[in-house]
Nanobody, 121 residues
Framework: QVQLVESGGGLVQPGGSLRLSCAAS????????MAWYRQAPGKQQRELVA????????TYADSVKRRFAISRDNAKNTVYLQMNSLEPEDTDVYYC??????????????WGQGTQVTVSA
């Protein structure tokens, strides 16, 4: 099994910044893609915010391009999301995602528990 633990959410004023972190632990052989999704209350589907491959190729939602930056430390099995110029529309619960391979060579998707980001004056 692989566990994902997020940190770094909170309340910030419009125009401010936050940095989210997500560390993977457990019976990890390797981790392929890692990503951040967000989900608003009452919505069933999670929206992709940013994704990063093991080699560092990144993808962003149009709404966060030039404001957010995703990065990862493969040695620490950790992914980060630097969020700048935050807007009230960025208020959501943010979820960490990882495509992980266990030491038993089982590949599956893993999700964190979610961290609340609130942008408000």
């Amino acid at each position: 099994q692989v566990q994902l633990v997020e940190s770094g959410g909170g309340l910030v004023q419009p125009g401010g910044s936050l940095r989210l972190s997500c560390a993977a632990s457990g019976s990890i052989f390797t981790i392929y893609d890692m990503a951040w999704y967000r989900q608003a209350p009452g919505k069933q589907q999670r929206e992709l915010v940013a994704r990063i491959t093991r080699l560092g190729t990144t993808t962003y939602a149009d709404s966060v391009k030039r404001r957010f930056a995703i990065s990862r430390d493969n040695a620490k099995n950790t992914v980060y999301l630097q969020m700048n110029s935050l807007e009230p529309e960025d208020t959501d619960v943010y979820y960490c995602y990882a495509e992980g391979v266990t030491v038993q060579r089982i590949t599956r998707d893993y999700w964190g528990q979610g961290t609340q980001v609130t942008v408000s004056a």
